[in-house]
């Protein structure tokens, strides 16, 4: 500020001192123009000089102005329409707040009318029209989205939407493939990808998904969300397992599947595929030993059966030895006193069977331990009216193995629906009530 003032006197005081100059000496000064030959003092040459300068400058400074005037209105009126387009938007998001689908649409479309370099304004009006009844007037919306990085993944997931609810696989799985380059990590698209390949039987590729978004879901999910990608997970390592083991690579399955029984001992399938892998490779020894350290997971029948069968003729006193190893973790649940019961009556053990049988009943009724009672019945006598009185109360009886199924049920009905579906989505739940659990008996 100071060096303001010092600089302002000197410069008046360097025009004063000039002033005074000219002023003591005049001069003259002679010019011909044009024929005329004009004679002046110097200093009202240099006066009249100083005018034409300020006055070019005053000019100049017009004409700048009046240029400009066009480029100032245009931006008045950008201004002013992006104000309008923002206050629309706001407006839609209200609208929509409130459930006013008809003012939504009105503002989003005066929202895209005014903000036409604005991609989120076309998103906005995309989204509004797909909960219209016609929703598929916003395709060309969201296709238009797709040629702005800011809003492509937005477009995708609309059209990828659209192709789902079409049961258009193959337009859907350009969508979701792209959308997933774009968001590697996304949850949503996981699960589709997994939905996609799976329902076309490309197990293969729908476990490398299935496999992310189970390990994604891990770390961030809910309760819910884990116990449904781990129930995901597991169907379609059966599904891609007894692909292999059907196209005799079973040198690739088993590994696989010694594996992910490890992982997930509480899903029989795996446990069911494993041991028919080994079957199949004549290894009895091996599908024994995993039918035995499945059963001390989950108590399931039909684990207890194969088992009893691959025993073969094995020496009574040895079968009754190694059933109670095999079932001593769950040694007074129904299912292995009706189990006892079996091996008993393959022992010939009959005393023993009944004793089983009976502590069972103390239990509750059940449809398998009536059957098994009938199953004794007509072993020790033929046709024994005894056996046909305990199937008469097996067909009102409860089935109370169904606890210890293992998932089983519920893995079969994913498998039907793969194929009982024809509109691809992502749907499927598993029932409540397929955590494994002790009965409430």
Not at 93 to 118: E, F, N, T
Not at 305 to 321: H, Q, S, V, Y
């Amino acid at each position: 500020m100071i060096w303001r003032t010092l600089v302002f006197f000197a410069a008046l005081l360097a025009v004063g001192v000039g002033v005074d100059y000219l002023a003591q000496t005049p001069g003259e000064l002679t010019m011909v123009w044009f024929g005329w030959e004009i004679t002046t003092t110097a200093s009202f040459a240099m006066v009249m000089l100083g005018i034409l300068m300020v006055l070019i400058v005053i000019l100049t400074r017009v004409y700048s102005w009046l240029d400009d005037v066009p480029r100032r209105l245009r931006q008045s009126y950008k201004a002013k329409n992006q104000q309008q387009g923002f206050e629309a938007f706001a407006s839609t998001m209200q609208s929509l707040a409130i459930g006013d689908q008809k003012q939504a649409l009105k503002y989003a479309k005066r929202a895209q009318k005014l903000l036409p370099q604005l991609p989120l304004a076309e998103a906005l009006l995309a989204e509004t029209m797909a909960q219209e009844p016609d929703s598929k007037l916003a395709i060309p919306h969201y296709a238009r989205l797709l040629d702005s990085p800011q809003t492509s993944s937005i477009g995708l997931r609309g059209l990828l939407t659209f192709a789902l609810s079409d049961g258009d696989s193959e337009r859907a799985l350009t969508y979701a493939e792209e959308f997933y380059q774009k968001n590697p990590s996304s949850v949503w698209i996981l699960e589709v990808l997994t939905n996609i390949y799976s329902r076309q039987h490309q197990f293969d590729k729908a476990l490398g998904y299935v496999e992310k978004w189970h390990k994604i879901t891990t770390r961030k999910g809910t309760a819910e969300q884990k116990k449904q990608t781990e129930f995901m997970l597991a169907c379609i390592r059966w599904q891609y397992a007894q692909e292999l083991v059907t196209t005799e690579q079973r040198d690739k399955a088993i590994p696989l599947l010694v594996k992910w029984v490890k992982e997930q001992p509480q899903y029989i399938i795996l446990s069911l595929l494993l041991v028919n892998a080994y079957i199949q490779d004549d290894k009895q020894d091996k599908a024994l030993k995993t039918l035995v350290k499945t059963y001390k997971v989950t108590p399931n029948r039909d684990i207890a059966i194969m088992w009893l069968d691959l025993m073969g003729n094995a020496r009574e006193d040895i079968l009754l030895k190694k059933a109670d190893a095999m079932l001593a973790p769950w040694q007074d649940t129904m299912p292995s006193l009706i189990f006892k019961a079996k091996v008993a009556i393959k022992a010939r053990a009959w005393v023993e069977a009944r004793k089983n049988l009976e502590k069972a009943l103390l239990i509750g009724e059940d449809r398998t331990l009536f059957q098994t009672f009938a199953e004794l019945e007509n072993t020790q006598q033929h046709n024994s009216p005894n056996a046909a009185r305990w199937l008469r109360r097996a067909l009102v009886a409860p089935d109370r193995q169904q606890d210890y199924d293992g998932f089983k049920t519920e893995c079969e009905q994913w498998r039907r629906s793969l194929q009982e579906a024809t509109v691809v989505d992502t749907s499927f739940n598993i029932p409540k009530n397929n955590i494994l659990r002790l009965p409430a008996y």
